[in-house]
């Protein structure tokens, strides 16, 4: 007889799971020891297991977030993309709005576990807050902080993730129909 096997996530990503459900194809298995091999990156905690629960995409179809490369990995553009080890600014990108509000780690300290979230707006400016990025995310959802965005997120009872995987069917379904031929 076999036991069941919990998995432990990281407490923010926890509470993340209460507030906004995980898209039906789940998340998204990236080989972490083959992105620092490849890229030199180790990157925090909570988001390996932000991306291992939601995976690439979109949340509140507003704000975008990144992943490093996976198999099946449907983009030549990613997380680590021309992005060297380590970063010459001390900032990584990990997610951004459609209306060119960029959120970044600043990492600086060498534990990716301390690494706290910068958001730069296109007419705002800089914005730090000393959190990590799920943390972040949590607050941000919960209307606890409401950054100075170009862009409303739209922030609905519960949020909602899309993943990359269902912008894609639909974009294929959108394909399908014939266009205006």
Known sequence: MG???EVVVHRAVGQLLQVMPTPPDGGDAV???RVHAEFGWRLPSDYRDFVAAYGMGTINETLGVFTPPFPGYPYVDHLLYQRSYPATDGL?????TDSADDFYWRCGDGDPDRWTVAVR????GWHDYPLGMADFLV????GRIKPPLNAGLGIEQPPTFESWREEDRRARESDDWGGFG
């Open 31 to 33: 080989d972490w020891d």
């Open 92 to 96: 990584l990108l990990w997610a951004s």
């Open 121 to 124: 707006t296109r007419s705002h």
């Open 139 to 142: 607050s941000l959802l919960s």
């Open 3 to 5: 036991f069941a096997q």
